[in-house]
């Protein structure tokens, strides 16, 4: 089984939507991210965590929100979607003392 | 906040030829430098990592080398292969337990 699984893998939905991406991880890490992917932008960072009590803004949080339900468990939400959050979202998970990152298999969420 | 560079944006090499992939960042602070390997419908994996107190590591076919003077870092890929085809990101963060923050990827093809 995966390690860093997110769900669902492909959405599509309408503008002013709420939708929720979920990831979880059996890594056992205490570190985790949200990023989306856009064609020449790279991987921007959304939200991290560093514990099941800390939450960060990233560079690009506008728009979305998070919650760290559980160590294992980490949610993505965007209240009232829009066309340009078009994209392809990933999770990551990484522990305490190296920060090798290690990412979901991503979630494509197109907005209509 | 720390902002990376990486040129170029596409790259296409002769199978059995070197490619090389360069960077930029912009804060002084940063000490921990890893890149990532994407390959078609994954999430981006761990390859090689570099830290401020080192100039050059090297993995097999793959090395990084580092100038902090200039907040230079590159990857090296020696005897390129078809499986080396895939979408490559650099990455800088202050230290190996903290965010870091991507460039924008570097597509790589492997003509055969």
């Known amino acids: 089984d995966a390690d860093v699984t997110q769900t669902p893998r492909n959405r599509i939905t309408k503008t002013g939507k709420r939708i929720m991406l979920e990831c979880s991880q059996t890594?056992?890490?205490?570190?985790m991210y949200w990023y989306r992917q856009d064609p020449g932008l790279g991987l921007r960072l959304i939200y991290y965590?560093?514990?099941?009590?800390?939450?960060n803004k990233g560079e690009i949080s506008d728009g979305y929100s998070v919650s760290r339900q559980a160590q294992a468990k980490f949610s993505l939400s965007l209240e009232s979607a829009i066309p340009n959050q078009t994209a392809l979202y990933f999770c990551?998970?990484?522990?305490?003392?190296?920060?090798?990152?290690?990412f979901g298999p991503g979630t494509r969420l197109t907005v209509l | 906040g720390e902002n990376v560079e990486q040129h170029p944006s596409t790259l296409s090499v002769q199978e059995g030829d070197s490619a090389v992939i360069k960077c930029t960042y912009s804060?002084?602070?940063?000490?921990?430098f890893p890149w990532y390997k994407q390959e078609l419908g994954k999430g981006p994996q761990l390859i090689i990592d570099?830290?401020?107190?080192?100039g050059e590591k090297k993995d097999q076919r793959i090395a990084v080398t580092l100038n902090k003077t200039a907040k230079h870092f590159s990857l090296h890929i020696t005897e390129t292969q078809p499986e080396d085809s895939a979408v490559y990101f650099c990455?800088?963060?202050?230290?190996?337990?903290?965010?870091?923050?991507f460039g924008p990827g570097t597509s790589l093809s492997v003509i055969p």
């Open positions: 990551a998970t990484s522990d305490s003392l190296y920060n090798e990152q290690f």
């Open positions: 890594k056992g890490h205490d570190r």
């Open positions: 965590s560093f514990d099941v009590k800390d939450i």
């Open positions: 804060d002084s602070a940063s000490n921990y």
């Open positions: 570099i830290r401020s107190n080192v």
């Open positions: 990455a800088a963060a202050e230290t190996s337990y903290d965010k870091v923050i």
